[in-house]
């Protein structure tokens, strides 16, 4: 079983989700590929894939839609998870699902999408990032939860090889 987790990332944060949960699903043996959303060329080879980015005004970013965008169709065939990196604070806001994701999930029918919370660190960001998230006064920090993020990993773990988890 190979099992392909890739997210797109601006910041970083997302991408440590994506390793999170690849190396979660490692624990129960299946090989799992991680790598960049631009460098996927095709998903024939993966009996399952995992695909999430972070989310900027509200929309993903660019390489992570592409890749659903350009590899619809062979996603359809096989079962594939979403999840999205975003809210920030606590309770986490912005609160609501994302606009793209129900009809990309009805397009590929992905099995699920998950939104976690994110990070905001003031010190990665450009001018302009800055300026936004300080006119949203938006607060910074990092509202990861990596045993939420492991739990999730570990569900979709089961679903693939059910006799092989100790999630
Ligand atoms: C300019 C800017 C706009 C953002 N817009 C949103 C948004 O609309 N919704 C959301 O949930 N999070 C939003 N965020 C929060 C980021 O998505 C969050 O911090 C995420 O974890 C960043 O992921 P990355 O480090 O992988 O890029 C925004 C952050 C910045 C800097």
Redesign the pocket.
């Known amino acids: 079983m190979r099992v392909l987790v890739t997210?797109?990332?601006?910041?970083?944060?997302?991408?440590e989700?994506a390793d999170a949960i690849a190396n979660k699903i490692r624990e129960s043996d299946i090989t799992v590929d991680r790598v960049l959303p631009e460098t996927v060329l095709a998903v024939d080879a993966y009996d399952a894939v995992i695909i999430g980015s972070?989310?900027?005004?509200?929309?993903w970013?660019a390489p992570a839609r592409s890749l659903v965008d350009h590899h619809a169709a062979a996603l359809a065939q096989r079962p594939v998870w979403l999840f999205?990196?975003?809210?920030?604070g606590d309770p986490?806001?912005?609160a609501e699902e994302?606009v793209e994701i129900a009809p990309m999930m009805e397009r590929i029918g992905a099995r699920g999408h998950r939104?976690f919370?994110?990070?905001?660190?003031p010190t990665?960001?450009g001018l302009?990032?800055r300026a936004?998230?300080a006119a949203?006064r938006?607060p910074h920090g990092d509202y990861?939860d990596f045993t939420e993020i492991r739990a999730w990993a570990a569900e979709i773990a089961a679903a693939l090889k059910p006799a092989a988890v100790g999630a």
């Not at 997210?7 to 991408?15: F, V």
């Not at 999205?84 to 920030?88: A, D, M, N, Q």
Request: hydrophobic share 40%; charged share 15%; no cysteine.
């Open positions: 997210a797109a990332s601006k910041h970083g944060a997302t991408a989700i972070g989310v900027y005004a509200g929309h970013l999205s990196s975003g809210p920030i986490p806001k912005p994302l939104i919370p994110g990070r905001l660190d990665t960001l302009v990032e936004v998230t949203l938006a990861r």
